[in-house]
């Protein structure tokens, strides 16, 4: 089991530079725990790209079909009190923006406060080395 930043499953369900290095990681281990937000901060990248012109109406279609079926087997760390206590310890911490800060206090959460027994995908410099800095192992898809 690995916590997945939305920033490293984005190219699972959009083609990018990362897809591959993402898809490796995934096959290695496909049991992914994410933050309650994931689905929708994808669906605004995807949303992003589209309005970029990056992405077609089939490809969007395409890429909202993966999430879709990605979500139905994800485990999703919920929202709570203790999420906020940790987000707003992390912000005094860590340079990292609100959102960030909200996905590495997930995966404290999921991580039963023992962060080293679980790995932090992303590829978000910033979460990257702030998760690592809370002494998780963390795979930067590459």
């Known amino acids: 089991m ?6 490293a499953i984005v190219p699972l369900i959009v083609t990018q530079p990362a897809t591959a290095a993402a898809e490796t990681e995934f ?12 689905e929708i ?13 990056k992405l077609g109406a089939g490809e969007v279609a395409a890429a909202l079909g993966v999430l879709a ?6 485990q999703e760390v919920q929202p709570g009190a203790r999420i906020r206590l940790l987000a707003t310890r992390l912000l005094r911490t860590h340079p990292l923006r609100p959102a960030d800060a909200l996905q590495l206090a997930a995966a404290i959460v999921a991580a039963d406060g023992d962060p080293h027994t679980l790995p932090v995908v992303t590829l978000d ?7 690592n800095k809370e002494g998780f192992p963390v795979v930067v898809p590459e």
């Not at 096959?27 to 994931?38: F, G």
């Not at 901060?41 to 012109?53: F, K, N, Q, V, Y």
């Not at 410099?125 to 998760?131: C, E, H, I, T």
């Open 125 to 131: 410099d910033r979460l990257a080395l702030a998760a």
């Open 69 to 74: 079926e990605l979500a139905t087997s994800w």
């Open 2 to 7: 690995r916590f997945w930043d939305s920033s």
């Open 41 to 53: 901060e994808c669906i605004s990248a995807i949303s992003r790209l589209e309005r970029e012109g």
């Open 27 to 38: 096959d290695r281990n496909p049991a992914l725990v994410v933050w309650w937000s994931c």
